[in-house]
């Protein structure tokens, strides 16, 4: 738990309270296989000048006059006699962005906040991708874009920094952050989006085109809490709508199995529409652990990776 | 048996109900409030609106409109109706019970004043629902302080903040104010319950007018025998000359009241608040004494005096008497009269040449034949019965008027208006015609004044009604023209000041006092004589002053007067003219150009509160307490410009006292055979007829309890809300 960690204690910077060591060493075993699916790591699997741990093999090749002999495999020599040289497949060094939604609607939450949790996914997802080697950046913004900080290989503690500093306060509006951030990005990456997503599916469209079309790949956390999709409360209470302050006092009970086809058909539109605009949805339920999230979604960027592969093979 | 309702209109409080009804309607109770996300979803859904226009919590509502409900039909106090007979009696018995309170100075005497305050909650503790009560006070003049009111408590609660003032008893005045009370109820019985200390002054020199049939007159005395006083009861200033300085001699009268009062005393007359001079006054029973003081020459300005009185105990005795000595002119008359013998004019002189206010000096002519050097240097010329000149004199008399003279024409028998010059009809207010002769045994009296006259203003308020006592037996006839009317109603002012205007008349119509205003000159004619031959005018207090007033007037003479007496009325425009604010001979501002006019003055009381003079609007200022006042410009660094003293009306201090059951037959409606009975009810105070109706009445109070049944019901329905709503219920419970 954030209050148990040793930001908490006092012995670490600001930042780190979001890095769950639990959760980081469960998800460190993934590498950053989920990184292939951008386009930075599919196209960049450039040769790394760097022999070391972190390189991983990925072919043979014929021995020839000038080759650096201590990269002659000799297990394959003693199969086939032949000579092989082994190839390595170094990280991508490419831009990793999260888009942070500080809005007022994600301070919601009973066990933990929407804004607490997406927090913390921040964190490690800056923090997994800087230890892959990637540049890695933030943008917060609410209603008007709030911090900025642009992707560096240096700029880890300062984006944990921005990531610390980052309160809801304001009502939201991230039709307008993602222009904004299309308009910042010259180069393409990885971009993460961190939102509970009240808005219309169909305007995200054309902002996640937007980047697209730039050449960036974007993975959009869909961050909702669990009454949010239930709505479990009973008795007779008033609503208070966090942004707008609208007020509706209602009776939840008969409104409970309209709600969950309205939130549902709701989150499927959005995963409809950032499907066909070439974006990932992955819809983070806040009851559940933070790395069982991280390690579902890197599993399943694995996957589909490995299918990719095999898809384009076949 | 019915049920009515005392206070009806207190049911439209049951539309009241209405209010929980349409709060559940358009209201749901919100419960806890939790701050959700986003209701971007949840305002899609059409459950919400229905369910807002049900009405949930039926017991809730319900013990809510019936609270409003009982608390409406209890202040609306029903009663349980009689039957028929019983009802008849019982309106029968209904009461309209008339508080009549003397708050005049007399009353401050001793405990008189808590005395009356008890007398009055005794009857009101009499008094059994629905009887009705109210309160009337009056000094010199009556008002009603609390309105006929089925509350006693009222009356009680008004009792607390009235005490004693400064003025005179006029006991008429409060009986005329209870009476318009008593004339306008429905109560078939009428009661006036007069509380006071029955000073025989207080009645014979007020109106004295019978009360309507039917009023019961009921009298609490608060008085008390043997009880007297010595006091100043007047200070009059003797003018003279010497040495071409005025010079004023203060003359103060002591009388000495009732058998208890003390028998000698000191004479102190202050003068600026330093002790000037000392005098020992020793005096009988119902004595008075006339203590000279010595000439004081005047300074340029007023000088402020006091008269008090200081027995031998060391005490003093009554309140000081105040006055103001002030520079005053000689007023020049000329009096022209018939040979010797005839035509005499003794009461005129004798008003003339009294002592006090501006000094007069009278020159006395048996001829009208006068030529302008004889005339100049007179104020004023009466022409007294004798006929008008004519040729030279009268163009001599004329041109004299016209150069600011003033001329006042008393017609008489010897005022043949056949031998009148014709040069003299556009110069008189009128043309006389022959006498009119009235019943001898009746005659006639003043019946129309005009009391915004400066003649009458003095006359304005309680006590003014002493014009109409006089009687006149003949008087000429005067056909006053009628004023032309201009074609623009708005500039009506000015003519109608230059053109005649009569100012009192008899009770047929016929005028008695007529005016008209000649170049800068005043001509005044009065159509009956001033002597006791065609009238008794001259036998009557109202003689001297109504002599003084007209003689001033047509002299465009002001008087300086000493003092005033509490709730005296005052003309705000008088005292600025008297302060030089503004000038004399100017038109003052009228009543509807004062509130756009700036602050001219102001008067400031002995206790240091202001009142602006300019803003008066036109009425007249009665001033409620004794003391110095002084007229001030404002922004005057506080200067005054003339001071006004004010005393009590000594008249309070006279101890002798009137029977009650003696004013009771006085004001009987049939007569004094006939007021026996009342006479005999208002000294006892007890009703000797309607005890079976009275006895229902107070069953009646029984019968009107249920409003504290209602009451108490709707204080056990809003506990029973309280608890209702106030409920623990489950509220927004989130799902782990």
Known sequence: MPAENAWSKGRVGPGAQFLDPVALQRIGSLELVARGVVEGFLQGLHRSPFLGQSMDFAEHRPYSPGDDPRRVDWKAYART????????????????????????????GEQISKSDYSRYLAACLSFLARKQGDRVGILTFDSEVRDVVPCSARHLELVLLTIDRARPERKGDFALALKDLASRRTRKGLVALISDLYIEPE????????????????????????????????GKFTLEDMETDEILPLAPEQLREEYKKLIDEHVAQVARVLTSAGADH??????????????????????RKRRGRWASLS | ?????????????????????????????RGKIIQFPSLMFLRQLPIQSVRRRSIRDWPLLLMRVGALMLIAAAFARPVLQLGAEEDGLVQDALREVVLVLDRSWSMEVGDRWERAVDEARQTLNGLVSPDRASLVVFDGVGSVVVEPT?????????????????????????????????????????????????????????????????????????????????????????HSFTEGRQRVRPVARV???????????????????????????????????SIGFNPITLPAEGVRGSVRLELESGEASGEPFRFVVSPSEILSILLVEGAPGQNAAPYLRSALGIQGGTPVQIETRRTAALSAAELSGFDLVILNDVPLPGGASAGALQDHVRSGGGLLVVAGPASDPQTWSGAWGPFLPGRLGEVIERDPSRGASLAQVDRDHPIFTVFRGAGGSGLGTPRFFRYHRLQVPEPARPADPNEASASDDDGPRVLARFDDGAPALAQQTVGAGRVLLWTSTLDNEWSDFPLHPVFLPVVREVVQFAAASAESVPYFTVAQPLDPRFLLIEAGIIPRGEAPPEPEDTADLPVLGLLVGPDGGGVDLTAADGNLLQLSSPGFYEVRPPGDGGAARWVVAVNPDVREADPARLDPEELALAVAPGGAEESGEMAQNGLTGDLTEGADARALLEDGERRQGAWRFLLLGALVLLLGET??????????????
Not at chain 2, 2 to 28: K, Q
Not at chain 2, 723 to 736: D, H
Request: hydrophobic share 40%; glycine share 8%.
């Open chain 1, 203 to 234: 305007d995200l469209r054309r902002p996640l085109n937007q980047l697209r079309e730039i050449g960036n790949d974007v993975m959009v956390f869909h961050v909702l809490d669990p009454a949010e999709l239930d709505l479990p409360f009973t």
């Open chain 1, 81 to 108: 006699e032949r000579y092989f040289v082994k190839e390595f497949e170094a990280e991508t060094n490419t831009n990793f962005t999260v888009l942070l939604d500080c809005s007022h609607s994600m301070d919601f």
């Open chain 2, 255 to 289: 009388i000495r009241q009732g058998e208890e009062a003390a028998t000698r005393a000191e004479v102190i007359l202050q003068l600026d608040g330093q002790e000037a001079e000392r005098e020992a006054v020793e005096l009988e029973s119902e004595g008075a004494a």
């Open chain 2, 150 to 238: 089925l509350d006693p408590g009222r009356v009680s609660a008004a009792l607390d903040t009235i005490r004693p003032g400064w003025g005179g008893t006029q006991i008429g005045a409060g009986l005329q104010a209870a009476s318009g009370i008593l004339q306008a109820s429905d109560r078939s019985r009428r009661e006036l319950v007069l509380i006071s200390d029955f000073q025989r002054r207080g009645w014979e020199d007020g109106p004295r007018d019978p009360l309507a049939e039917g009023t019961v007159f009921i009298t609490r005395d608060v008085g008390d025998d043997g009880l007297g006083s010595m006091i100043v009861s007047d200070v009059t200033l003797e």
């Open chain 1, 282 to 303: 992955v819809l983070v339920d806040t009851s559940r652990p933070l790395d069982q999230t991280l390690f579902h979604y890197l599993l399943a960027r694995q996957e």
């Open chain 2, 723 to 736: 608890l209702l709503s106030g409920r623990k219920r489950p509220l927004a419970k989130q799902v782990a």
């Open chain 2, 1 to 29: 048996m019915g049920v009515s309702f005392l206070t009806p209109l207190f049911l439209a409080g049951l539309l009241a109900v209405t209010v929980p009804i349409i709060i559940h309607l358009i209201r749901r109770h």
